[in-house]
């Protein structure tokens, strides 16, 4: 179940990289892990319709 989990980061942390726009953002993306996943969950939530 751990592995799981720590594929499931590490493949939405991948998706937080391509979704970072512009040099700075992704450099943060890559070394900061938890920038990435914010951009995950900002992005779900603008899709669902929670934030404009």
């Given amino acids: 179940m751990k592995a ?14 391509v979704l970072a726009k512009g040099f ?3 450099l943060f993306a890559v070394v900061c892990p938890p920038w990435a996943l914010y951009l995950v ?6 899709y669902l319709g929670c934030v404009s």
Wanted: charge should be negative.
């Fill in 4 to 17: 799981l989990c720590e594929l499931l980061v590490l493949i939405v942390w991948i998706i937080g990289i």
């Fill in 24 to 26: 700075w953002s992704t």
């Fill in 41 to 46: 969950v900002e992005r779900g939530m603008v």
